[in-house]
């Protein structure tokens, strides 16, 4: 899902003309907000702290005095610190680290099993623990799972500048390099699919090998820029293009993000991206509204959602040396089956060896937490395929 889509579903450029008088929707003046509430991701879902990588600098938890507006309900009442919550039952073995990377902090979970890397690269708005379903399942294997944030996500660091996704290509990058340390298959959703892709497309020497790439409906791009094929996307060009205008202002950007991060707006979106609406719980909600909370969000938010759209899948699959395994969801509404994104990995298998296309019947755009029994059943088997492969090659 790229922002664009999110941004549409969610409303936050149809305002109502009756609550503003005649002419054009105009947004309302906003209060001004007194101190900032940092809270990131591992805190929301209350994940246990553990030392930084080697080399990194660790972070102290930042204080929740101070919490402008809606955020203000998720701080303490008073100055002493909140009990821990206990841990969701998924991250049993599982624990949240920092990574200094460039000057900034970057978040990410590891398991402590001794076994082949793999990262989990998370799509747009998300953060790491949105792999919760398949994290203990691929730990269970004997896999040594990693799930970062990218910057600008979850509860990594949101510093002022442009996001793209050569951006976190770069930071991938480097945190196999530096953390992760050996090869590693990278499993990605939406985005994070796209940044797999251009991570193994550029694997050389001086990178550590990219093994295989599993993506999870797969974005086209950074935001619907990219999908010119698409004669929807050609027709809401002028949208875009008035999108990108209107963020450039700040106080109707504010007014947009206030209104695109509401947890009730975040769950309405999710209950159009998951077609099962079990799936959405207040767990879910709650990471992806969190680190809406923290300084620079709003920067990050009108960065990704007006910046460049990036490569095209079908630009960097031919330059990718390692097996690939795509899942799609069925009822994918922001990139279709039946899209030209979604066409073209279909066909994909008749073109490319080592390719395995899997249709996730009924299932939206982030199958991986919505049906993860499906997407397991077929992953796990593939990555011991995998396993046994690059182990008969060494």
């Not at 609550?19 to 054009?24: L, N, P, Q, S, W």
């Not at 953060?127 to 944030?149: E, M, N, T």
């Not at 550590?208 to 050609?234: F, I, Q």
Request: glycine share 10%; net charge positive; aromatic share 6%.
């Amino acid at each position: 899902m790229t922002g664009l889509e999110a941004l549409k579903l969610s409303g936050a450029m149809m305002p109502n003309p009756a609550r503003h008088g005649r002419g054009a929707a105009r947004p309302p003046s906003l209060p001004s907000h007194h101190g900032t509430l940092h809270l990131t991701c591992s805190h929301a879902t209350g994940f246990r702290d553990a030392r930084a990588s080697p080399g990194a600098s660790s972070h102290p938890r930042p204080s929740h005095a101070h919490a402008p507006g809606r955020c203000r309900a998720l701080a303490a009442a008073s100055a002493e610190p909140a009990p821990a919550p206990p841990l969701p039952s998924w991250q049993a073995g599982t624990a949240s680290h920092t990574w200094t990377w460039r000057g900034n902090k970057v978040s990410y979970l590891a398991t402590d099993a001794p076994g082949p890397a793999i990262l989990l690269v998370h799509g747009f708005g998300a953060c790491s623990a949105h792999w919760r379903a398949c994290i203990p399942a691929l730990a269970a294997r004997g896999f040594r799972v990693y799930a970062l944030d990218l910057l600008g996500h979850g509860g990594s660091d949101k510093p002022p500048l442009a996001y793209t996704l050569e951006l976190w290509r770069e930071q991938v990058a480097d945190f196999l390099g530096q953390v992760v340390g050996g090869p590693a298959v990278l499993v990605g959703n939406s985005i994070g699919s796209l940044v797999s892709l251009m991570v193994a497309a550029q694997a050389g020497p001086a990178a550590p090998p990219v093994h295989g790439v599993a993506l999870v409906n797969c974005a086209g791009g950074l935001n619907n820029k990219a999908v010119s094929e698409d004669w929807r996307a050609r027709a809401a060009r002028p949208l875009f293009l008035l999108i990108d205008a209107l963020l450039a202002r700040r106080r109707v950007a504010r007014w947009l993000f206030d209104k695109y991060r509401s947890p009730e707006n975040i769950r309405s979106i999710l209950l159009k991206v998951y077609r099962d609406p079990a799936s959405v719980d207040d767990e879910l909600v709650q990471m992806l509204y969190a680190p809406s909370c923290q300084p620079g969000a709003l920067e990050a938010f009108v960065s990704i959602m007006s910046g460049p759209p990036g490569p095209q899948p079908k630009h960097l699959v031919p330059d990718i040396g390692c097996p690939l395994l795509v899942f799609w969801g069925t009822a994918d509404p922001f990139t279709p089956l039946a899209g030209p994104v979604g066409r073209y990995f279909q066909a994909l298998p008749s073109l490319r060896p080592g390719t395995r296309f899997v249709g996730v019947p009924g299932a939206g755009h982030c199958p991986h937490d919505e049906t993860p029994q499906a997407v397991l059943a077929e992953l796990l088997p593939w990555l011991e395929i995998v396993k046994a492969t690059t182990q008969a090659v060494a």
